[in-house]
């Protein structure tokens, strides 16, 4: 069977090459250390967003939560006067509770999940400006870093390690790190078994007796998990968050998971692929303007990417269903 | 091949006596009587809306009956749900519904039963010990496969439901109901399943094959459980019918004379 992230890891090193041939800065430590940040952030939501994809499932309201995520760490922390830890840890039951709501509501209904978090996206999208004007009185929250607690938290959250010389951010190690737990859990458990069933054919998962409703609200629990991890990051590393934070981000988390070889119709991806998206993603953010091109580029590349990632994809499909008789 | 010698007085693997079934006021199903016994296979034919579908989901566990009685060795039974028949050894194949396409072949076998290995956080799917077991199970039905890593998608429909049977034979099903499991394949796709389910009658297990057609049914049958409109035509041994008149009984009988008439060209 082809592996899902091939076509990706093909087009990582090729962006690598590109890149890399044209600029000095690019391939140095530091540069690399650079353009492995925003892979970072967004590599660990596009992970949780293909364990969800190969489950059948799409997070429209990923992207705002992590917005949601960050405030209500920033809200908690400087509005109630919390310590940053206990706001850390009311941001993550909240994160779950979402999550679950979402799972609920889809496997309870059976409506496509991008009608249901869309509803909730466009909610938490209300919501994150509301609750920010009526707290703060201004659509950011600020002075995160004023706050007890806030020393370990810049320790776990964000700090830099000295990697060959290079300052690497602490996201970027945490984001290898989920790669690999995904990984193994997509692979060498039963719940990745049940993930990749459930994706592919629920009801004939469910004959067989897999919990399928169980392991799609559990997917969407950990998509907001991953959304919970990533607005703390920002949170303590901007020390200020804007109401509009994520907003977007959502299709993009999805790119990534495309380009990583995750088939729309569930069933099929790698969480390797998805973190070799994001790698793509990253490099062409950073790489761009290394070149001193116009950044409007960035998106035409990214979506030519996606376009050759969705048509790749097409074919795999093709292949493991041609014998259909 | 040696059959099981099976004397005819032991308590019938499953018995059904009786059997009814309501939606609202459609009666489904009403008076339905027939046995399955180890070792052998036992049809259930009937055309489309007989009551075919309502029979299976009664036997495995998705519906109660609202009438008679259903035995398991003798002794009544009423599966609250899928699960429960299938703890009591009743395993169900849907002819659609029984794999996942993108998954590989050895991942499909062990889907919902995963072995594991280690411990606590640790605990994982022994994919080694799942992959032998897949060759070993499908060599001892017979089933020829390359490779257990190729996705299901890639078998035909023949093989993919015969790799459903040797699930269902691993896992200790001691009845084993196909539905329409022929029905979607060519003729000679259909010639590898039913000889897959006679492997899986030598090897003891009681066979309920439901299909509509009766050249499938015949060779492979011990006894046959007509159905029309709800109600049983009749439970006949194979030795007290013949292939001819089977189809005749399927097909409706005196409906299909009256069908022969009307489409005889005019003049003759």
Redesign the interface.
Known sequence: ?VKPELGALVGAIAVFAFFAVQSETFRSTRGIANWLDPASTLGIMAVAVALLMIGGHFDLSAGVLVGTTALTVGIVATEFGQNLWVAIGVSLVLALLIGFVNGWLVTRTGLPSFIITLGTFLMLQGLNLGLTKLFTSTVTVTGIDDVPGYAAAEWVFASRVEILGAEVRIAVLWWLLFTALAT?VLL???F???V??TG??D???R????PARRTSIVLFMTTAGAAWFVGTTLAVRLTSVQANTGIGQELIYIVAAVIGGC?LTG??GSAIGASLGALIFGMTQLGIPYLRWDADWFYFFLGAMLLLAVLGNRLV?R??????? | MTRPLMTRDDAPLLELRDLGKDYGSVIALDGISATVRAGEVTCVLGDNGAGKSTLIKILSGVHRADRGELLLDGAPVAFGAPREALDAGIATVYQDLAMIPLMAIWRNFFLGAEPTKGWGPFRRFDGAQARDVTRRELAAMGIDIRDPDQPVGTLSGGERQSVAIARAVYFGARVLILDEPTSALGVKQAGVVLRYVAQARDRGVGVVLITHNPHHAYPVGDRFLLLNRGRSLGEFAKEDISREELTRLMAGGAELDALAHELERPGN
Request: charged letters at 25%; hydrophobic letters at 50%.
């Open positions: 069977m193994w060498r458990t039963r990745g078994n049940w990749f069933a592919g054919d009801a004939a998962a004959n067989v007796g897999v088939l069933g099929f499909r292949y493991a269903e041609a014998a259909r008789r």
